[in-house]
């Protein structure tokens, strides 16, 4: 993924995705589905087959098939300051990383690749984390 893809995404669920993969370490990802949606699966989620935050559900796999065993799926990264101060942690052991909020209310995120912006600062955090992994 390219430097402008990541700026241009939204925060929400595929940002989140990326940095989990890429930032905090989960591995084996794949596409579930609630047990509750098995028949019609209309409602994909994003999971991983190794990571830190688990969901004790049932899910299924394209095929309606159960999924044996745990399906880690990201923390709201890109959306809770809590789970984004987990991304600052880890990147700031690499990096250092500096957080600012400015006066017309977006946010800034600096690390060692530049400055990025954001409407939030979870947004910006998890933006500038990528970066750091991709430059």
């Known amino acids: 993924m390219t430097r ?19 930032v905090m370490g989960y591995s084996g990802k794949i596409t579930v589905f609630a047990w509750q949606d098995r028949g019609k699966r209309l409602l994909p989620l994003t999971g991983f087959q190794a990571g830190e935050h688990t969901d004790f559900c049932t ?3 394209g095929e309606g098939k159960k999924i ?5 799926f990201p ?4 959306w809770n300051i ?3 101060w987990r991304v600052v942690e880890k990147t700031g052991k690499k990096t250092a990383f500096i957080i600012t909020r400015h006066l ?7 690390v060692n690749t530049g400055k990025v912006f954001g409407k939030e600062a979870p947004e910006a955090t998890c933006k500038a984390a990528l970066l750091t992994e991709v430059d």
């Open 4 to 22: 402008d893809e990541i700026l241009a995404m939204e925060a929400g669920p595929e940002l989140d995705a990326l940095v989990a993969e890429k």
């Open 59 to 61: 899910y299924v796999d």
């Open 68 to 72: 044996e065993g745990h399906v880690y």
């Open 75 to 78: 923390r709201r990264y890109s």
């Open 82 to 84: 809590l789970d984004a």
């Open 104 to 110: 017309d209310g977006t946010y800034c995120a600096e």
